[in-house]
């Protein structure tokens, strides 16, 4: 079999969501190719539609059911045990791609020996085949033989796992599979599934609608969403030393980490969590300064991270009730004009 994609499904039966990602994966332009659909033990009647495009094309599409809620990473994982493809693909069950999508990336690999092709996407929040706001996701200058230079920028500026494609032997031939239980799964599995490939190629052109509403992951802050986070971070870093690449990637992987982990659990953070308790914040940067000691002289992170936010995090590691009580006064005024602004617009 050519193609084997695999949909992680939970409680996406309403607003014609799950229908509309789904449609657009029967009607692929590829040939040979099947649809393994994972229903992660919805409550509502997400494992009821499967079944449905299940009976309507039974040649292409197999509705399967979880009986314990895993997560997508769980999901992901029944998906990869059941695959046959000779090339992998996934897709988050309220997206959508155009009817090419595979053939166009398939073909581009086939035709140049790539192991590994992704594209462009879309952002997008209606149901529509309109051109959002297009969103590159590699660069022109990570594609062809994969050499140390390209592998460390793919490291730094990967993109999205759901806007590519792989070999099988990429992602099924080994033992490492998702994490069970946490969101942010991509991020902990990423790296080493782009350092086994050998030859990427990129088609810079939008082929993938990602759809933002309230409930994606991207919107969706808790304190669990920053423990997954982090934990993702942490398996990060297990997968580099298990695979023995953490030393000769070390300053691309601190910065990764330092983002991923640290910055961007720490922002979002103190943006939605209610109330903010100064024991999460105090542990997270102490953990992060374990990890990285001296994460701060990353030539990366002083390249890439913002000034306001390397003095915001300065100052948390140097006192963090100090952090709390600064950052609160600082959105509090900034929300406040934003406010007044507001209505004299009025």
Known sequence: MK?????PVYNMA???????????????TIADYEILAVDDCSTDDSYQILLSYQEKYPDRFRAVHSDVNQKQGGAKNIGMGLAKGEWIGFIDSDDWVTEDFYERLIG???ETGAD??????????????AIGRVVHNNKPEQTGILDEKKYRSLILD????????????IVIDHPGRFPVGIFYED???????????????????????????????????????????????????????????????????????????????LF??????????????????????ETFPEFWENAYYKERVGAEEQKLIKMQLSSTVRFICYYKLLWGYRNLRKAIKGRIRE
């Open 268 to 289: 979002t953070y103190m943006q939605g969590v209610r109330p903010v308790k100064s024991s999460f914040v105090k542990k997270l940067g102490r953990e992060m300064v």
């Open 158 to 169: 990967g993109g999205s796992l759901v806007v590519k494609v792989y070999r099988r032997e």
């Open 14 to 28: 309403a607003d014609g969501k799950l229908e509309y990602c789904l449609n657009s994966l029967v009607r692929q």
């Open 108 to 110: 581009r690999g086939e």
């Open 116 to 129: 590994m092709v992704g594209c462009d996407y879309h952002m997008t929040s209606e149901h529509s085949m």
């Open 3 to 7: 193609l084997s994609i695999i949909v």
């Open 187 to 265: 991020n902990a599995l990423a790296n080493s599934w782009m350092l086994r490939a050998r030859h990427f190629e990129y088609i810079e052109e939008p082929l993938y609608y990602y759809y933002q509403h309230h409930d994606s992951t991207v919107h969706t802050i808790s304190v669990k969403r920053c423990e997954d986070r982090m934990e993702a971070g942490r398996i990060m870093l297990q997968e580099a030393r298990q695979y023995g690449y953490l030393d000769k990637y070390r300053a691309e992987l601190e910065f990764s980490f330092t983002t991923l982990f640290y910055v961007n659990t």
